[in-house]
């Protein structure tokens, strides 16, 4: 069974600048996550779909935003890139919707390097 | 609100055993345990659902004291395979579930 896929794996930007990252989850989970990993910061709560529609979404600014597809691969978009959004961003998703039942499989992330 | 693990960092020897604490502030519905190694995906190690529940797989354990909103994660007789950073995920009760992770706790398993 493939586990949860993330592209590009590396990306390098400036400040100012849009990135769009994309996650495939497990064949048959319809909940995805993103989270983003900052040096020392542990893992943060960016966002959370289920069944194409954001089910909530972490203490991060607009600019953060993402949508999930009918096949349920799903994408982050980061707009007005600054310094601080450079990061590892994982995806994982579960196959339910009620998260505190179920184990999240992550990705193996991409690193995200704002110049 | 971020949960607080402690120690940021232990170095042990193989057979050594370590203990990881996990603490919120907040009232807790569950606690969720993964393990990262460098450069690769957490991994997730088990959730504990009730307060007092206690689970485990191989030698890693955990417990989850509800009323005192806190769990320990248990290595016994570590293995060099157990070295990574080992985060703790709390979701509140009343809330979306959603697990708010720490910042996590470095292990160092030496031969």
């Known amino acids: 069974e493939a586990g949860v896929t993330q592209s590009p794996t590396h990306l390098i930007k400036t400040r100012g600048q849009q990135v769009t990252l994309r996650c495939s989850p497990i064949s048959g989970h319809t909940s995805v996550y993103w989270y983003q990993q900052a040096l020392g910061l542990g893992l943060q709560f960016l966002l959370w779909?289920?069944?194409?529609?954001?089910?909530n979404r972490g203490n991060f600014p607009p600019r953060f935003s993402g949508r999930q597809f009918p096949n349920y691969s799903s994408e982050l978009n980061v707009n007005a890139l600054e310094l601080e959004d450079s990061a590892l961003y994982l995806c994982a998703s579960s196959p339910g919707t009620v998260l505190s039942y179920n184990e999240q499989f992550f990705g193996p992330g991409t690193r995200l390097t704002v110049l | 609100q971020q949960p607080v693990q402690s120690p940021q960092a232990v170095i042990l020897r193989e057979g050594e055993d370590a203990v990881i604490n996990c603490s919120s502030s907040k009232a807790l519905y569950s606690v969720h345990w993964y393990r990262q190694k460098h450069g690769e995906a957490p991994v997730f190690l088990m959730i504990?659902?009730?307060?007092?529940e206690q689970k485990g797989h191989d030698k890693i354990s955990a417990s989850f004291n509800e009323k005192k909103q806190q769990s320990s994660l248990y290595l016994t007789a570590s293995q060099l395979s157990y070295s990574g950073t080992y985060f703790c995920g709390t979701a509140p009760s009343g809330g979306s579930y959603i697990p708010t992770f720490g910042r996590g706790t470095s292990l160092i398993v030496h031969p």
């Open positions: 779909y289920d069944e194409g529609e954001e089910r």
């Open positions: 504990l659902l009730k307060g007092g």
